[in-house]
């Protein structure tokens, strides 16, 4: 038999429905979801994760690797730094 899924999808209710929850989850959730949707940008935009050249699944894993590791050493560099807003990799290779 198949393996169950422990994973539940949480979503914000509408404003028509009864049950609501309190104002400042619906900000958090928002702001989680902003900076997962940044992430996701910056690796279709600036790393090219949709078009991969791999002949093999071995080169295809240590391209994202490489790419996932470049991301997460930017946000490390940039909070190093001090920036507040630690997702604007770009500002690392083209300083103003």
Avoid at 60 to 89: E, M, V, W
Wanted: glycine residues 6%; charged residues 15%.
């Amino acid at each position: 038999m198949g393996e169950k899924s422990h994973y539940v999808a949480y979503h914000i209710p509408r404003i028509n429905q009864k049950q609501q929850i309190p104002e400042a989850l619906k900000h958090l959730h928002n702001a989680i979801r902003q900076l997962i949707e940044t992430v996701n940008s910056q690796f279709s935009g600036q790393f090219g994760i949709e078009n991969n050249y791999a002949h093999t699944f071995w080169g295809l894993c240590t391209r994202l690797y490489s790419k996932l590791t470049a991301h997460t050493l930017s946000i490390y560099i940039n909070r190093l730094l001090g920036k507040p807003d630690f997702l604007q990799i770009k500002a690392l290779a083209f300083p103003n």
